[in-house]
């Protein structure tokens, strides 16, 4: 609150004079900052940016490399893996990463990626669907989203996905649970203040799946959705739900231009 | 001045029904009060003045109170003082007990945009989970133990 009053009066009287050293903080962050839009890795301790940074320090990448392997495993009736059709993931994957949800004309709703991967599953291998949450669908989406790594987030959120993307917004500023809290009142009004130990960020998607070191483990932004409802007392809702699809749209619009840091490493 | 009860009906009735079964738990009946200049609650809300050393473990129990995820409070054998809200090191020499209590029970009767959860309502709210579902954060005698020891501190 009072870091607002001080940005406030900042911004009024003084933007000119400080023009020069604001800009200077900017690009402290590199690509991890768009304008105001801030990754929360620029809001991570030091120790846990180190981590993400080092691929073999990375505990993540234990996922995305067996990931890697699910890719070429055969499996389900017809006898095929995600290679068999879609070869070399770095090349037919590259954008995947970076447009998810998007609208999926056969249900008429939007489609995040892990359903996409579950229906590559049941449709096109005739294999069973992997269970939300479970360690395949994990690996496999942590895999997939790794291959567009650094490139800038860019969701479609007109024509058919519009309104979704109205649903999603409603969503997050919609105040919820016996704390009466909205996703913004934290992660827009409180962003960059200290909630007793835990350093308010921005509530960013562009990471995801993402290590927690809390989880010991890496976990879906759907979990991450569920631990901030609870956190209000709030009664979360399924994985995969329509709700929490076209909050994620929302999400991902937040994101746009940062770059996709699958798998990101939190605290 | 208006006069607010908020219990609602729903609660009254449902509370009614299952009068007849011993075994139901019955939702919570929260204690009518009433708000001056909409700035505070004058009178206790149990009728006798509360207990601040209990107070002051309301206040820091995550489960309870947690006044400390937002405010600074002198409780230095306590880490990570939040800063979302104003330093209360002085609250009791700067706001009245009433002022104090209104805010405790409903800062949404003072600001509607506030940050700051209710402590004591029950209703309007959206998807409550189930466990909390009918229930307030604090009881009445939390709230008024939380008031008495906010009075004592009167910054250094």
């Known amino acids: ?267 | 001045m208006a006069w607010r009860l908020h219990s609602s009906l729903r609660v009254v009735l449902s509370a009614a029904i299952f009068a007849a079964l011993p075994l139901a738990v019955a939702a919570e009946e929260l204690v009518a009060y009433k708000i001056t200049n909409k700035t505070s609650i004058e009178n206790s809300l149990t009728g006798k003045p509360g207990d601040p050393v209990n107070g002051r473990k309301v206040a820091i129990n995550r489960k309870q109170g947690n006044c400390l995820a937002c405010h600074a409070l002198p409780v230095p054998e306590q880490p990570f003082h939040g800063e979302v809200g104003p330093d209360l090191s002085a609250a009791g020499s700067t706001l009245s007990e009433g002022a104090i209590r209104l805010r405790i029970v409903n800062p949404k009767a003072v600001n509607p945009d506030t940050f700051m959860p209710a402590f004591y309502r029950n209703d309007g709210f959206t998807r409550v989970a189930k466990k909390f579902q009918g229930k307030t954060i604090l009881s009445a005698e939390q709230v008024e133990d939380v008031v008495a020891y906010l009075m004592t501190l009167k910054g250094n």
């Open chain 1, 1 to 267: 609150m009072r870091r607002g009053i001080l940005a406030a009066a900042l911004g009024l009287g003084l933007s000119a004079v400080l023009a020069g050293p604001a800009m200077t903080e900017q690009s402290q962050w590199g690509p991890y900052q768009v304008g105001d839009v801030r990754s929360g890795y620029t809001y991570a301790a030091g120790e846990t940016r180190d981590m993400q940074d080092d691929d073999f320090v990375n505990p993540a990448m234990l996922w995305v490399d067996s990931g890697a392997e699910l890719w070429e495993t055969v499996d389900g009736a017809a006898g095929k893996s995600c290679a068999s059709c879609h070869g070399d993931a770095a090349e037919s994957m590259a954008e995947a990463g970076t447009k998810f949800p998007v609208y999926f004309e056969p249900s008429g709703k939007m489609m995040n990626l892990e359903q996409r991967i579950n229906f590559c599953r049941t449709e096109n291998m005739k294999a069973d669907a992997f269970k939300w949450e479970g360690q395949e669908l994990l690996r496999l989406t942590t895999f997939v989203r790794n291959q567009s790594r650094g490139k800038p987030m860019n969701v479609k959120i007109d024509g058919p996905a519009a309104p979704f993307y109205a649903k999603g917004k409603e969503f997050y500023e919609t105040r919820r649970g016996q704390l009466d809290m909205a996703c913004s009142s934290c992660h827009v009004d409180n962003a960059g203040n200290m909630l007793r130990a835990n350093l308010l960020s921005q509530g960013m998607s562009n990471g995801f799946p993402t290590y927690r070191l809390k989880w010991q483990g890496v976990g879906s932004l759907h979990r991450r959705f569920r631990g901030c409802n609870k956190q209000v007392r709030a009664q979360p809702y399924d994985y995969g739900s329509e709700e929490y699809v076209n909050l994620e749209l929302y999400l991902a619009d937040r994101a746009r231009s940062l770059p996709v840091e699958a798998p990101a490493v939190r605290n």
